[in-house]
């Protein structure tokens, strides 16, 4: 298996703009997460979902955030509008036991400007 | 959430000997806890785990150590070589709320010298 994918590697987009982070977890992984990186707060949960349904999305930090998982090999997550305190590394994960033993995409460094 | 962080954030050994990162959680209802390492341009990678009711666990050339009276875990790495290089994570959570929010510490840079 490749591992959990994810693309883009790295965004660069204006402030204002949509950004669509894309995710496509290990086949058979019934559990998807999102997570943000920053050298400020760290790895954050985002969103998780299991078997396709999002279980908590407590971690989005505003409206301007949305995360879709239309089937069960790929999740999207979505700026609308992006700002400059966006910018970070958006990690994908997904498990097939929950929490223990996630594994992570390669990131999606995003810098909005 | 509750937090959790890190003594050292940084570390530097020599090739051969022992690495022992550290790491204080501050919620007494946590009940799991997972060490990832994470290596440049990489995401975070599972390393091991334990559950409260354990005190020590051993992998290969790793052991974690978890003291709950004073609520504090540690990663010890024996022999470290140049690719252990990389931050460390810890992560708690309590099983009993909801399942999948882990808590992440802000990580401890590990550096491997020759």
């Known amino acids: 298996d490749a591992g959990v994918i994810q693309s883009p590697r790295h965004e660069v987009t204006e402030m204002g703009q949509e950004v669509t982070l894309r995710c496509k977890p290990i086949?058979?992984?019934?559990?998807l997460f999102w997570y943000r990186q920053t050298m400020m707060r760290g790895l954050e949960l985002l969103i998780y979902?299991?078997?396709?349904?999002?279980?908590?999305d407590s971690g989005m930090p505003e409206d301007r955030f949305s995360a879709k998982m239309p089937n069960a090999s790929f999740s999207t997550l979505k700026i609308q509008p992006s700002e400059p305190r966006d910018s970070a590394v958006y990690f994908c994960?997904?498990?097939?036991?929950?929490?223990?033993?996630?594994?992570f995409g390669q990131g999606t460094r995003l810098t909005v400007v | 959430g509750e937090s959790v962080g890190l003594h050292l954030p940084t570390l530097s050994v020599q090739e051969g000997d022992n690495s022992i990162i550290n790491c204080a959680y501050s919620?007494?209802?946590?009940?799991?806890f997972i060490w990832y390492k994470q290596e440049s341009g990489k995401g975070p990678q599972f390393i091991i785990d334990?559950?409260?009711?354990?005190d020590k666990r051993q992998g290969q050339r790793v052991t974690v150590l978890l003291n709950k009276t004073v609520k504090h875990l540690s990663l010890q790495i024996a022999a470290t070589q140049p690719g252990d290089s990389a931050v460390y994570f810890c992560?708690?959570?309590?099983?009993?709320?909801?399942?999948?929010?882990?808590?992440f510490g802000r990580g401890t840079q590990l550096t491997v010298w020759p």
């Open positions: 994960a997904s498990s097939l036991r929950g929490l223990a033993e996630a594994f």
């Open positions: 086949s058979g992984h019934d559990y």
């Open positions: 979902f299991n078997n396709n349904v999002p279980i908590d």
């Open positions: 919620n007494s209802a946590s009940d799991y």
């Open positions: 334990i559950r409260s009711n354990m």
């Open positions: 992560a708690e959570t309590d099983r009993g709320s909801t399942l999948g929010r882990l808590y």
